[in-house]
């Protein structure tokens, strides 16, 4: 499960539960004429984080 937070202007928390581990993982998203992504999830995590970034 992952949700999109925006908490500031052009500034996105995309946070990813696991509920196999019971952890959340925080990613960002800036946006901005060269968007920035910031990733510091596991690496298998990452088309999901992708695809719900896609949507802004």
Same mark, same amino acid.
């Given at each position: 499960?992952?949700?999109?937070?925006?908490?500031?202007?052009?500034?996105?928390?995309?946070?990813?539960?696991?509920?196999?581990?019971?952890?959340?993982?925080?990613?960002? !998203? /800036?946006? +901005?004429?060269?968007? %920035?992504?910031?990733?510091?999830?596991?690496?298998?995590?990452?088309? !999901? /984080?992708? +695809?719900?970034?896609? %949507?802004?």
């Amino acid at each position: 499960m992952t949700n999109i937070t925006e908490i500031a202007p052009d500034i996105y928390r995309i946070s990813t539960y696991d509920p196999k581990i019971d952890m959340q993982f925080i990613q960002f !998203l /800036v946006k +901005d004429e060269e968007p %920035l992504l910031f990733h510091t999830g596991l690496k298998g995590m990452f088309p !999901l /984080v992708h +695809d719900a970034v896609a %949507l802004y």
